[in-house]
């Protein structure tokens, strides 16, 4: 089996005047770009050229959006379709939800209205009684022997400090849910998506995902390979991430997560061809790669 994670920037179907289009991989919400759709054709090519059998997005507005995407501009690759899917309502206000593709069937779980005191996070630096545990969602999701957690953390702006706390909320409330699932210690889980964890804090937010709770699988990559995501300002960081159980790092030793960069804009740099219609900022997949982990057998 081939697992995705992709954050792709704000997909978001629109309906101007009756007429639908896609937004395209930018910030903001400035009315139509004239480069929307050739953002979106290359978000489409990445995800066919990854051809795995599990999708794990971030950013997409709603389960409309997902269907739309998928049935006019991925069906239009050639790609094997993603005949199962799910885009369950979250806590970001602009809709930047969690979303799943797969191509077999699946269950599917929003952790969206989860409360601290729920997981006996209560009185915690960055916990509110009275707002939902997490930014986003955690998305749940059961795929046979293998069980997925999405998630995209909160960003760390525009208060850094605010923002690590909450993240670290977050990451509790994450290991609490694993912890209730899986009480065996030989459970196959995989925490997968945006954690937009900068590494370089002194003590990262997500720690309590990390060993010996989890295995960071991103660790397994090449240094000068462990980047997915860059900013115009030409700072290049790795928050998607892949944390195993021990159980799956140990099955499958030699599993390491593969970037694909063929959709970052071509100033973003690197070593990795691009599609033929990237520019130099813009067209663009997204400004994050995607990442794929084969488990062979699964």
Same mark, same amino acid.
């Given at each position: 089996?081939?697992?995705?994670?992709?954050? &792709?920037?704000?997909?978001?179907?629109?309906?101007?005047?009756?007429?639908?289009?896609?937004?395209?991989?930018?910030?903001?919400?400035?009315?139509?770009?004239?480069?929307?759709?050739?953002?979106?054709?290359?978000?489409?090519? #990445?995800?066919?050229?990854?051809?795995?059998?599990?999708?794990?997005?971030?950013?997409?507005?709603?389960?409309?959006?997902?269907?739309?995407?998928?049935? $006019?501009?991925?069906?239009?690759?050639?790609?094997?379709?993603?005949?199962?899917?799910?885009?369950?309502?979250?806590?970001?206000?602009?809709?930047?939800?969690?979303?799943?593709?797969?191509?077999?069937?699946?269950?599917?779980?929003?952790?969206?209205?989860?409360?601290?005191?729920?997981?006996?996070?209560?009185?915690?630096?960055?916990?509110?009684?009275?707002?939902?545990?997490?930014?986003?969602?955690?998305? /749940?999701?059961?795929?046979?022997?293998?069980?997925?957690?999405?998630?995209?953390?909160?960003?760390?702006?525009?208060?850094?400090?605010?923002?690590?706390?909450?993240?670290? #909320? /977050?990451?509790?409330?994450?290991?609490?849910?694993? %912890?209730?699932? $899986?009480?065996?210690?030989?459970?196959?889980?995989? &925490?997968?998506?945006?954690?937009?964890?900068?590494?370089?804090?002194?003590?990262?937010?997500?720690?309590?995902?990390?060993?010996?709770?989890? &295995?960071?699988?991103?660790?397994?990559?090449?240094?000068?390979? !462990?980047?997915?995501?860059?900013?115009?300002?030409?700072?290049?960081?790795?928050?998607?991430?892949?944390?195993?159980?021990?159980?799956?790092?140990?099955?499958?030793?030699?599993? #390491?997560?593969?970037?694909?960069?063929?959709?970052?804009?071509? %100033?973003?740099?690197?070593?990795?061809?691009?599609?033929?219609?990237?520019?130099?900022? !813009?067209?663009?997949?997204?400004?994050?790669?995607?990442?794929?982990?084969?488990?062979?057998?699964?």
């Amino acid at each position: 089996m081939r697992v995705l994670t992709f954050n &792709v920037q704000n997909l978001r179907l629109r309906r101007p005047d009756g007429r639908e289009r896609l937004d395209g991989a930018r910030d903001g919400e400035d009315g139509a770009d004239p480069l929307d759709y050739a953002d979106r054709r290359l978000t489409a090519e #990445v995800l066919a050229r990854a051809d795995a059998d599990f999708c794990a997005l971030q950013e997409v507005f709603d389960r409309d959006t997902l269907d739309y995407f998928h049935d $006019h501009l991925l069906r239009a690759t050639g790609a094997t379709p993603w005949p199962y899917r799910a885009c369950l309502s979250g806590n970001d206000g602009g809709g930047r939800d969690l979303a799943a593709m797969a191509r077999r069937p699946f269950a599917a779980r929003s952790d969206a209205r989860l409360l601290p005191g729920d997981l006996g996070l209560q009185g915690l630096p960055g916990a509110r009684a009275d707002l939902p545990v997490f930014s986003r969602d955690l998305l /749940e999701v059961g795929l046979g022997a293998l069980s997925l957690y999405v998630v995209h953390l909160k960003a760390p702006w525009p208060d850094p400090e605010a923002a690590w706390q909450r993240r670290r #909320v /977050e990451a509790l409330a994450v290991r609490r849910v694993i %912890e209730a699932r $899986h009480p065996d210690p030989g459970a196959l889980w995989l &925490v997968l998506g945006d954690l937009n964890d900068p590494r370089r804090d002194p003590e990262r937010a997500v720690a309590p995902l990390l060993a010996p709770f989890g &295995v960071d699988l991103t660790e397994r990559m090449p240094e000068a390979e !462990r980047w997915t995501w860059w900013q115009d300002d030409h700072h290049r960081g790795c928050p998607d991430a892949m944390i195993a159980s021990p159980a799956l790092a140990a099955r499958w030793p030699g599993a #390491v997560p593969r970037a694909i960069r063929a959709g970052l804009s071509r %100033e973003a740099g690197g070593r990795q061809p691009r599609l033929e219609d990237v520019g130099a900022l !813009r067209p663009r997949a997204s400004d994050h790669a995607a990442l794929v982990l084969d488990l062979d057998g699964l």
